[in-house]
T-cell receptor, first 118, second 109 residues
């Protein structure tokens, strides 16, 4: 019973390149969330997706960042034209349901992708 | 906007004593609260939660207290063990979930 799977675990990119981070949610989970953790900081919400829909992208930078969760396959967080400030750990979480409260909304996290921009 | 705040970035406690981690929130629409624990190079793992209709939830050595009027929750760990040393994140959930910045707990043997 696999948990949330993220790959790659480590990703190195040069400035200007594209970074693609993948997340496969837990079996039976249809809600995916992406968070960013900068060094010495907490988790910052980026985006919340359901299958084929972006529910809340209020934490996502307006430029260069995009996310998708297609009907088939993993969720993808894409960062175009990376800059050094994008270096961080990116965590994906999934939940069985989303929205208003109660135990169904517990999010389970992957191990993260550590992005380093040279 | 910091809707969830953990004002203590670090806490050090002696083994066997009580650890108390605090969290404050501003949005009264939050109705479910969670604590996560994170070790280095790993993702956060769910620890314990509480619904807004309760004021206390206990699971073994871990107890979460919620004071809705003060918009404050706390996590008590007793007795604390060296293996509890980690970063603890408080989270609040409504339509979506927001996390605090975390408190690094160190339990000294």
């Amino acid at each position: 019973n696999a948990g949330v799977m993220q790959n790659p675990r480590h990703l190195v990119r040069r400035r200007g390149q594209e970074a693609r981070l993948r997340c496969s949610p837990m079996k039976g989970h249809s809600h995916v969330y992406w968070y960013r953790q900068l060094p010495e900081e907490g988790l910052k919400f980026m985006v919340y997706l359901q299958k084929e829909n972006i529910i809340d992208e209020s934490g996502m930078p307006k430029e260069r960042f995009s996310a998708e969760f297609p009907k088939e396959g993993p969720s993808i967080l894409r960062i175009q034209q990376v800059v050094r400030g994008d270096s961080a750990a990116y965590f994906c979480a999934s939940s069985r349901t989303g929205g208003v409260g109660v135990a169904k909304n517990i999010q389970y996290f992957g191990a993260g992708t550590r992005l380093s921009v040279l | 906007d910091q809707q969830v705040k953990q004002n203590s970035p670090s806490l050090s406690v002696q083994e066997g004593r009580i650890s108390i981690l605090n969290c404050d929130y501003t949005n009264s629409m939050f109705d479910y609260f969670l604590w996560y624990k994170k070790y280095p190079a790993e993702g956060p793992t769910f620890l314990i939660s509480i619904s807004s209709i309760k004021d206390k939830n206990e699971d073994g050595r871990f107890t979460v207290f919620l004071n809705k009027s003060a918009k404050h929750l706390s996590l008590h760990i007793v007795p604390s063990q060296p293996g509890d040393s980690a970063v603890y994140f408080c989270a609040a959930s409504g339509r979506d979930m927001r996390f605090g910045a975390g408190t690094r707990l160190t339990v000294k043997p």
